[in-house]
């Protein structure tokens, strides 16, 4: 069986996705364990066991190689929010997806922040690619949001005439401000308020 | 924002994590106090613009001030990555939504449009 590289375009054995998909899951660890700009190539060969040909074979090299770990990670976040957010109809849905989120960061005292948003702070300017692919996680994170402020407007909760996209990015943004915040202070609760600030200014809305 | 520009820099993760800590306690800070001027004015002044007196009374300053900076730094990771202040003029646009004016509320707290793309 053979799978395509979506990044060299290289078709790959069954054996080649796996040692790929290695060489993927330890980088995307040690980034979001002690950041891209210090994580090196040798760190990623001695955590996935992978040889220097086996990495070369598959990425040109570090920039390549944050990509993949872009694809994945947003792959895996992505995935994880829509199941999270793709039937929420009522703040009382949205309160859930909050507990769910605090409770998450709070078993690492908020340590690491988000996996999405770590890669995002530190993506280069240089790398046009990495940066447009988290541009597009973050725009698909953004529309599930709008989604469900588009349920709570169907369902009369909100008012018709509230801006859907800037809620939804304001809240986007309220979320990874929140996770830098505790991260910094090593306690998840400035991430805490700030999305409950945020859940009650648009609850604040439906009672306009 | 410019990348050279004094807010750029100033959330660019740098220094040890205690230093940090202290710098965004303080920024907190200044924010929290001036979040509490505006609402003070809002009590004072508040009584010919009824929605903005309404709303900024029960302000509480230290929560709008963690939101006001977690929208600052969401906004810009937001804003780096697309390369457009969109977002961070969103997500400020919230986070100061109390102090929306009565004359136009939609212009913050529900914006209609993207009218500044």
């Known amino acids: ?208 | 924002m410019t990348p050279d520009s004094p807010y750029a820099l100033a959330m660019r993760q740098t220094g040890d994590a205690p230093e940090r800590d202290d710098f965004l306690g303080r920024w907190r800070g200044l924010i929290a106090e001036a979040v509490d001027r505006l609402r003070r004015a809002g009590e004072m002044e508040g009584t010919n613009h009824p929605v903005s007196r309404a709303r900024s009374i029960d302000v509480d300053p230290q929560k709008t001030a963690m939101l006001i900076l977690a929208a600052l730094h969401g906004g810009s990771t937001l804003s780096h990555v697309t390369q457009d202040a969109w977002p961070l003029n969103a997500a400020l646009d919230m986070a100061l939504a109390a102090f929306s004016t009565p004359e136009n509320p939609h212009s913050i707290d529900a914006g209609t449009e993207r009218s500044d793309r």
């Open chain 1, 1 to 208: 069986m053979t799978t395509a590289d979506t990044h060299t375009g290289k078709r790959l054995t069954a054996r080649g996705a796996k040692t790929r998909a290695r060489i993927v899951s330890a980088a995307a660890d040690l980034m979001y364990i002690q950041g891209v700009g210090a994580t090196t190539l040798d760190d990623v060969l001695a955590a996935s066991g992978a040889s220097k040909s086996q990495l070369y074979h598959h990425f040109d090299g570090k920039d390549a190689l944050v990509r993949a770990v872009v694809d994945h990670v947003g792959q895996r976040i992505i995935e994880r929010e829509r199941d999270a957010l793709g039937h929420v109809a009522t703040f009382r849905g949205l309160r859930r997806w909050r507990d769910a989120m605090v409770q998450n960061n709070a078993l690492q005292h908020g340590a690491y922040g988000c996996a999405l948003g770590s890669l995002a702070s530190e993506v280069s300017d240089h790398d046009a690619l990495a940066r447009q692919a988290l541009a597009q996680l973050f725009s698909e994170w953004q529309g599930l949001f709008a989604g469900v402020l588009k349920r709570l407007q169907d369902g009369g909760t909100l008012p018709a005439d509230v801006a859907i996209d800037k809620l939804a990015t304001g809240l986007v943004a309220a979320l990874q401000g929140g996770y830098v915040l505790a991260q910094t202070e090593r306690d998840v609760s400035p991430m805490a308020t700030s999305l409950d600030m945020a859940l009650a200014h648009i609850e604040s809305l439906s009672e306009r």
